[in-house]
C-alpha cells in the first residue's frame, strides 16, 4: 500500500520533524502574561525624599532602566503597576500613600527603597511611619541611605522575578500575592 | 517715566515655511542625530559595575583576626554612636577570661544609613563598611544581619591591634606586659 506514491519507509516521519514547531512556540497564558508583565513594569514614582534623587539617576541615561522596560514612569497611579517608595513616609504623608497605592490596579507590586522608606531609618520619632509596610504591603527592601541606582535596578530585577514566580504560583497571580479584597455586598 | 532698556523683540507670526513646522522638526531632528555620534553613557549595569573605591561606605560588616578569632568585645561603642540604632549587641563572657565578646550581634541593614559611625567608633577595629551596596531583600526579617553571616561578609582582617597576644592572663608572652594597660603595651 503506497500513498502519494511512497512505500512506508520511504514517507518523511512527522512525529520527528513537526513543521508546525518551527514557526509556533507553545507556552501558558499566564506565563505569556507575565512576560510581557514583567518587561513592562510602569513604576508609579512616589518619590518623597532624597532617594527620589536617586530614582531619578536610574531613569536617566547612565543607568538607563529603560533597558529593564521600566522606564515608562506614570504619575497617574491608575497607569502603573509597579509603586517605588523613596523617601521618608511621614504620618501626614501615609494617607495620600495609601491612597495612591489603593488607586493602582492590581497586580501590583511596591518596593520600599532606602532605610526610611524601610523601616524608618534615623527617625524613630513620632511624625514618621516606621516602614511604609506598616501602611501598603511591601515586595522588595532596598537598603541604603539613599540606595545607589545599582540598588535600586537590583530591586526592579527581584520584582521581575516576583512577577514570574507569582505566574507560575498560578492562585495567586491575579492578586499578586496581597489578599484578594472583600466586595461589600455580596 | 521713560521706558527703561530695550524693549523686548518677540518673534511676529510665523511664515508659510514656519506655519508647516518643517524648520523645527527638522532643527529637532539635527540635535537627535548629533547625539547619535556621541560616546555612549549608559552602564550596561549587571555585566558592567563601578570599581567603587577603597573606602567606600557600603554595608557594615564584622571582621576576624588572622587566626579566625571574631575581634568585637562587645563594648557597645556601636550600639551607642549608630544614629539610627540599628545595631543590637548583647555580651558574652569568653573563655579567656579578659575579653567578653558578642552572643548577638544584629545589624538591621533596613535601619542602617552606612555612616560609617560604628568603623570609626570602634576601638578593637572590628567592624567595617564593605564595598557592597546592590542587597536586596525580600522582607524585614530578612533584612537582620546576625553576628555570622556579618562575620561571613567581613572576613579576615589583619592589622597592627593584637589584644589577645598581650591581654590574656594564660597566654601572656613577654614578662612586663600582664595586666598592663593598653598605653603600656604599645
Redesign the interface.
Known amino acids: 500500500m503506497t500513498e502519494n506514491g511512497l512505500t512506508q519507509a520511504e514517507r518523511p516521519q512527522r512525529e520527528e520533524t513537526p513543521a508546525l514547531d518551527q514557526w509556533v512556540m507553545t507556552t501558558r497564558l499566564a506565563d505569556y502574561v507575565a512576560w510581557g508583565r514583567k518587561n513592562s513594569l510602569w513604576p508609579m514614582p512616589m518619590g518623597l525624599a532624597c532617594c527620589a534623587i536617586e530614582l531619578m539617576a536610574m531613569v536617566a541615561?547612565?543607568?538607563?532602566v529603560a533597558?529593564f522596560g521600566a522606564e515608562a514612569l506614570r504619575f497617574s497611579p491608575r497607569q502603573a503597576d509597579l509603586m517605588i517608595v523613596a523617601g521618608t513616609v511621614t504620618k501626614k504623608m501615609a494617607p495620600a500613600v495609601k491612597r495612591i497605592f489603593d488607586q493602582m490596579p492590581e497586580p501590583k507590586w511596591v518596593i520600599s527603597m532606602g532605610?526610611c522608606a524601610?523601616?524608618?531609618?534615623?527617625?524613630?520619632s513620632y511624625p514618621v511611619v516606621q516602614?511604609v509596610?506598616e501602611i501598603i504591603p511591601v515586595?522588595?527592601?532596598?537598603?541604603?541611605?539613599p540606595?545607589?541606582p545599582?540598588?535600586l535596578?537590583?530591586?526592579i530585577?527581584?520584582v521581575q522575578k516576583l512577577v514570574e514566580e507569582r505566574a507560575r504560583a498560578g492562585r495567586e497571580k491575579a492578586h499578586a500575592g496581597h489578599e484578594v479584597p472583600a466586595v461589600a455586598g455580596r | 517715566m521713560p521706558p527703561v532698556g530695550q524693549p523686548v523683540k518677540r518673534p511676529g507670526p510665523p511664515g508659510l515655511l514656519g506655519r508647516t513646522y518643517l524648520p523645527s522638526i527638522l532643527k529637532g531632528m539635527w540635535i537627535t542625530l548629533r547625539h547619535m555620534f556621541r560616546p555612549k553613557v549608559t552602564m550596561q549595569y549587571p555585566e558592567e559595575r563601578w570599581q567603587v573605591p577603597e573606602n567606600y561606605r557600603g554595608l557594615p560588616a564584622l571582621v576576624r583576626d588572622d587566626q579566625g578569632r571574631v575581634k568585637c568585645v562587645a563594648c557597645f561603642l556601636c550600639e551607642y554612636v549608630c544614629p539610627p540604632k540599628a545595631i543590637h549587641i548583647e555580651a558574652q563572657e569568653i573563655d579567656t577570661g579578659v575579653e567578653k565578646g558578642p552572643r548577638v550581634f544584629d545589624i538591621n541593614m533596613l535601619r542602617c544609613i552606612m555612616c560609617g559611625y560604628c568603623e570609626e567608633v570602634c576601638p578593637e577595629q572590628a567592624i567595617f563598611l564593605t564595598p557592597e551596596y546592590t542587597t536586596v531583600g525580600l522582607s524585614r526579617k530578612e533584612m537582620i544581619y546576625d553576628k555570622e553571616r556579618l562575620l561571613k561578609m567581613g572576613g579576615t582582617r589583619t592589622d597592627p591591634i593584637k589584644k589577645w597576644s598581650r591581654l590574656t592572663r594564660s597566654g601572656a608572652q613577654a614578662p612586663g606586659m600582664t595586666g598592663a594597660g593598653r598605653d603600656a603595651a604599645r
Open positions: 541615561p547612565r543607568y538607563d533597558r532605610a524601610s523601616s524608618g531609618g534615623m527617625f524613630r516602614g509596610d515586595d522588595v527592601y532596598i537598603p541604603g541611605c540606595p545607589r545599582e540598588a535596578i537590583e530591586g530585577m527581584l
